[in-house]
């Protein structure tokens, strides 16, 4: 049983570290360009203030290579971006261990909010690359554990890491328990990888075989049908004997590919044809079932959009992970952007999507509503349907009876 946020009792007063995932895309002028993230924090921040809690949060942001980097990667404009969704005074501390820190602390009421800097910047220290946050150390995971006295983890996008801010805390607090967010994901993915409900239809796009091979082969286990797009499926088109001109491929998984579409035969779907042109460019696309000499494919073709469409037809479980074309160039998103259409248009389907790209086709076409689950950490979630065991997750579990 993992331990989560409704059974822990008496927060009045009590300090709650909060890990929560705030790691969101910027733009190059510095802006936030998708707040789904910090939309799906809301939930525990809102739990906690009303049971009068003292609210830390922790993040990370990015990858903190650099002093340079802790210029761009502040969590401040998160902070700023929290308090104007939320209306609440959000209270910033550009620290995150430290005197400024501790007094901050010291001074917090009940049921207010506050952010700490990036838990990454203690990845670079005094000019070196120690990755005390990211190698879990233990004095850092101490020393926060230390700054309050209950600890929750809502941020799923971390939990295939064992990071000094997820793992590390937990490890060293009696008083935790998962997240809302954290327990909705869970709860979720558990539909589809534990008890999906047949026709259970999984698409699996993406850039390469040998990133998701073992999702692929999980998936190929427990769905019914699983449908394979994006540059992956030109690793399968080779294996089939189909020209793939210069598309992106796997060379040394194209056996592999070979041995899934034979074990397979009735159960793997790859792409039937392909949006093509010369080069790496957002040019108008040609069309056809194999990619010529000369070319490279970027999207899947119409034929291909039909037959998933006719594949979701009768679906009532659809997992999606991974766009199906190169989804940076508006004239190689249609496949993708056709796939979540199909799929927000239907209706007494659990439908969850998961991974960057896809994530933010849903929503930037406004189509999130329409899922049952937008999932937020792509990662976390692939390696929770392969049937690993997450560390940040696991700390959380307890022998006791559900309360
Ligand atoms: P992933 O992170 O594995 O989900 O892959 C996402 C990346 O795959 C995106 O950057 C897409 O541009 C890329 N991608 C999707 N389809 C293709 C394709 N046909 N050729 C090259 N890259 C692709």
Redesign the pocket.
Known sequence: MIKNLKSLKNLEDKIVLTRVDFNVPFNDKGEITDITRIKGALPTIEYLREAKAKIILFSHLGRITSEEDKKTKSLKPVAKKLAEITGYKIIFVPKNRGELVEKAIRILKPGEILMLENTRFQDFVDGKQVNYESKNNDELATYWSKLGDVFVNDAFGTAHRSHASNVGIASKMENKAIGLLMEKEINFLDKAVKTPESPFVALV????VS??IDVIKSLLEKADKVII??????TFHKAQGLSIGN??VEEDKVELAKALLSTYKDKLIVAVD?AYTTE?ADNVPEYGDEVPEGN????IGPKSIELIKNELENAKTILW????????FSN?SKGTNEIAMTIAEKDDVISIVG????VAAVVSMGLAKEFSHVATG?GASLEYIEGKVLPGIKIFETTEEKN
């Open positions: 796009g993406g850039a390469k990133d998701k797009g994006g540059g992956m499926a030109y598309s992106l392909s790496f490279m494919g970027l999207d992970n991974g766009p199906f074309g190169v989804t940076e190689f991974g960057g790209d896809s792509g």
